[in-house]
């Protein structure tokens, strides 16, 4: 088992320019009844894409014909509430691979690396200048390196440096898991158990 | 250097230090529900594996579950089909799974606690984020993901960076009509939905010390509310005689030894915290929420503020209120109360006694819901079944119910709840619901006005 290996993307972006936004609003807690890890994208942001009657919302950006590609760029605090993984797997699963905020909510960080998507983190100032750009030209590409560490907006060369934990970026450039690392050092693990019973 | 509380539990569990990376973290106890872990179980299929320890995990489903006719299969077939799911799973890995109708089922983080299972000085992890409910205890205690569930099934350990530390001290006593709920609500608004991320939060002062057990686990049940992965409040005689006697504590010689080690378990005077924050507990007034985040919090006589962004107003648009009006007054269609945060025999007390002799207002709905099995015994025992019965109001059985209404416990489209659960998110309570956040003594003050109404005026 393992992730899909992430080293670069160039693409358009996707703007929810809301701070905020929950993992309830990515996918509503009735859309989590699957024993299965397949068919989350279609609920990805199910009340704010479509309504009572399921119709498409038109104003919502993942309705909107004009935005389009791999990243998804939300505001300040994404991915707070619940720790339900189905959200990392809802976005990955419509086809995002980034996902960039300038704050992202702990479990949801965690969750998005566990499945080879990429939460970038950037400055607010870097945030905003990127929906200014989206604004005058949706079709306006963003490249994220991910050896470099580097988030670009081409239409303007704006850059910005960003973190990753350099074992995790390892685990994405490579596409290991955490669960086959755990599991080769089941010696060590099992030595901490008898050393704590003792 | 001194030690904090949360360094003590957390170093005493590390494996492994990656460099530059996590710290492999020695997992106590794992508590599993049926929404979470189908995927974990799935994964450990895939890989030809067995849960690595099977004692050290309890099952429950919660989320899923009717709170009426529980004797009865049902109903909805994907929600029994992730609960039959769950037995299946739990059978073949060999863990203990207290099932629908078991004594001991009910609300993942109400049963810990309850069957002496939780324990100070453990690390206590779950497939959801109120896990942090149990760092009342003084464990450390968070919300994971089905990957760190697939982890923690397969090696009893996971991968993650150490927080950071922040303490929150809040002095003074608690006013007349302000619980607990009104105190983790009201550092919540002033510290905003974001300002614990990345912290680990632990609370100290009267006002905590002087809470029971339950008062406790309801502040660290909403640390996550604010960001923070999880929150702790030291062991005291509370705790221990809380803890004593339970089903699943430590007895005899074992409880003498334990006993010795959790009284280690506080923060050094000379220990460090990367935050300090202090309140006074004199500022506190019974809170509510206004907003779609648990942040969007005010005192019940406050004027709802005003701001000028746009998620800010979309909020605002979101739940019908104004910026600068009172909500006193407002409306209700439904009153819920239970939940991992309230659900527990206190809460229930607390709104039955504000209820008695009294009729609920012929215009809202309300759901009293327990926590667990037991908490239902109890509150049958004690006759708060008949004390509401006669307040026009029925009592539930157990579950995680309209908290996040995964069942059929649903607020209506445009309907609005007074909810003692821990989120007012849009559509949290069913789609289009609209939530403000209180305590069991609002609710109850709610339940009999059918509006928006200081609960000091009621008792």
């Keep these: 088992m393992s992730i899909d290996k992430f080293v670069t993307i160039k693409t358009s972006c996707v703007p929810l320019a809301i701070e905020n936004v929950d993992t309830d609003q990515i996918i ?52 707070s509430g619940s720790s339900r993984e189905h959200a990392a797997w809802a976005i990955y699963d419509h086809g995002f691979k980034v996902v960039v905020s300038s704050f992202f909510a702990d479990i949801f960080k965690n969750n998005a690396l566990n499945n080879g998507l990429l939460p970038v983190q950037v400055s607010e100032k870097f945030l905003q200048e990127l929906f200014i ?28 440096t960003f973190d990753i934990n350099p074992y995790k970026k390892e685990c994405m450039l490579k596409g290991y898991d955490d669960i086959d690392y755990l599991l080769n050092i089941k010696d060590k693990i099992e030595a901490y158990e008898k050393k704590v019973n003792n | ?62 989320h899923n579950i009717p709170t009426i006719n529980q004797d ?47 324990q100070p000085g453990m690390t206590i992890v779950c497939g959801d984020s109120h896990t942090a409910t149990h760092g009342a205890f003084g464990s450390v205690a968070f919300g994971i993901g089905t990957s760190e569930v697939e982890m923690v099934l397969a090696t009893q350990c996971i991968m993650q960076p150490k927080p950071k530390k922040m303490l929150i001290r809040v002095n003074g006593k608690l006013g007349n009509g302000v619980t607990s709920k009104d105190l983790i609500l009201y550092i919540i608004s002033k510290i905003s939905a974001s300002g614990g991320t990345g912290y680990f939060i632990e609370y100290a002062g009267d006002a905590f010390t002087s809470l029971s057990m339950e008062g406790r686990m309801t502040v660290c049940n909403m640390s996550i509310e604010c960001g923070a992965r999880g929150g702790l409040i030291a062991p005291d005689e509370t705790t221990f005689n809380y803890l ?14 334990k006993l010795t080690y959790w009284k280690t378990l506080y923060s050094d005077k000379d220990a460090t915290f990367d935050k300090v924050l202090t309140f006074d507990a004199a500022d506190i007034e019974p809170q509510i929420t206004y907003g779609t985040n648990p942040g969007m919090g005010m005192g019940i006589t406050q004027k709802v503020p005003v701001q000028d962004d746009i998620t800010y107003k979309k909020a605002l648009d979101y739940m019908k209120v104004q910026a600068g009006k009172s909500i006193l007054d407002t409306p209700v269609d439904y009153v819920f109360v239970g939940s991992c945060t309230n659900g527990r025999i206190e809460d229930l007390r607390q709104f039955t006694e504000a209820v008695k002799g009294k009729k609920k207002a012929e215009n809202v709905t309300v759901w009293i819901v327990p926590g667990s099995k037991q908490v239902e015994k109890q509150a049958i025992a004690e006759g708060l079944d008949k004390v509401l019965q006669s307040a026009g109001i029925a009592l539930r059985q157990p579950g995680c119910s309209a908290c996040l209404a995964m069942n059929d416990d649903k607020v209506p489209e445009g309907k609005l709840a007074v909810a003692t659960s821990n989120r007012n998110f849009e559509g949290r309570q069913g789609p289009g619901s609209r939530t403000m956040l209180a305590s069991p003594l609002t609710a109850a003050a709610v339940a009999i006005a059918g509006k928006i109404v200081d609960p000091r005026n009621f008792i």
């Design chain 1, 28 to 79: 509503p807690a009735r859309f989590l009844k699957a024993t299965e890890r397949k068919g989350f994208g279609d609920n990805l942001f199910r009340d704010w894409r479509y309504d009572a009657a399921n119709n498409p919302i038109a104003s919502f950006p993942l309705n909107n014909p004009k935005y389009s590609g791999k990243i998804l760029a939300g505001g300040k605090n994404f991915g």
């Design chain 1, 133 to 160: 750009e989206i604004e005058k030209n949706p079709k306006v590409e963003i490249e994220v390196n991910l050896e470099k560490q580097i988030i670009q907006i081409t239409s303007t060369g704006t850059k910005e």
């Design chain 2, 244 to 257: 004593k006697g339970k089903e699943f504590a430590p007895k005899g010689e074992e409880w003498n030894k």
């Design chain 2, 1 to 62: 250097m001194g030690k904090t509380l949360f360094d003590k539990v957390w170093d005493a569990h590390v494996v492994e230090e990656i460099p530059g990376g996590p710290h492999v973290l020695y997992i106590d106890k794992h508590l599993v529900h049926e929404v979470t872990s189908p995927v974990a179980f799935l994964g450990l299929d895939n890989r030809g594996i067995k849960t690595f320890r099977p004692q050290n995990t309890v099952a429950t489903p919660d």
């Design chain 2, 72 to 118: 009865q299969p049902i109903k909805d077939k994907l929600s029994r089909m992730q609960v039959d799911k769950l037995t299946e799973n739990t059978t073949r890995h060999g863990i203990t799974l207290y099932g629908l109708n078991h004594p001991y089922q009910g609300v993942v983080h109400v049963i810990g606690p309850e069957l002496g299972i939780t």
